[in-house]
């Protein structure tokens, strides 16, 4: 069965620090690939998308990069947080190009 | 960036009442989702509706795919306090997702 890892759950990082959060897939081969940011209680804004190894499709100009250096994995990083880097990380995939299914996402908080 | 609004963004009943959900946009989709999110934890995939008028029952919920995919509804009956929680649609175009504002709903026991 397909199963989808995102790790670390949670994380407090002062602001100037490096990030990483990665995300990873089993079960698949060749997934579509997505990290999403929620803000508390609202809807998902996508940030980055990739349908293959070393390619990502940005959304949203910002702090963050993303790569994809193995079929399965998806990094999310910043060489700088900053205070506005908060909130709630979630990572994705999608089977058959017509739902996504989620990680258990990571709450980061930058201070 | 495709939008889609939801309304209402907050609703608190009553156990036992019946409500109904909106997801709206300009855009058309090829396909639309329903997820249902807990606190602290990642969406889960209610279910995906493909054809426009499209209309599917999942026990006490109902959700309901426009003519023209461009908008959707989800209609819960008798609403239990585990129906609480945060409703998401999601519109699929190409290989993204974009998500609605969201609706936090509560059902007061």
């Known amino acids: 069965s397909q199963t989808i890892h995102q790790w670390p759950a949670t994380l407090v990082q002062p602001v100037g620090s490096p990030l990483s959060l990665e995300c990873t897939v089993e079960?698949?081969?060749?997934?579509?690939l997505y990290w999403y940011r929620q803000a508390a209680g609202r809807g998902l804004q996508l940030l980055f998308y990739?349908?293959?190894?070393?390619?990502i499709s940005s959304e949203v100009p910002q702090n963050l990069s993303a790569s994809r250096p193995q079929d399965r994995q998806f990094i999310l990083s910043s060489k700088k947080l900053l205070l506005s880097d908060s909130g709630f990380y979630l990572c994705?995939?999608?089977?058959?190009?017509?739902?996504?299914?989620f990680g258990q996402g990571t709450r980061l908080t930058v201070v | 960036t495709q939008l889609l609004e939801q309304s209402p963004q907050f609703l608190s009943i009553q156990e036992g009442e019946n409500l109904t959900v909106y997801c709206n946009s300009s855009s058309v989709f090829s396909s639309l989702q329903w997820y249902r999110q807990e606190p602290g934890e990642g969406p889960v995939l209610l279910v995906t509706?493909?054809?426009?008028?499209e209309v599917k029952k999942l026990k006490r919920l109902t959700f309901q795919f426009g003519d023209a995919r461009k908008d959707s509804s989800l209609h819960i009956t008798a609403a239990q306090p585990g129906d609480t929680g945060l409703y998401l649609c999601a519109g699929a175009t190409g290989n993204q997702f974009y998500f609605g504002t969201g609706t936090s709903l509560t059902v007061i026991p």
């Open positions: 990739s349908v293959g190894i070393g390619q």
């Open positions: 994705a995939w999608d089977p058959l190009g017509t739902e996504a299914f």
């Open positions: 079960g698949t081969s060749n997934p579509n």
């Open positions: 509706v493909v054809t426009g008028g």
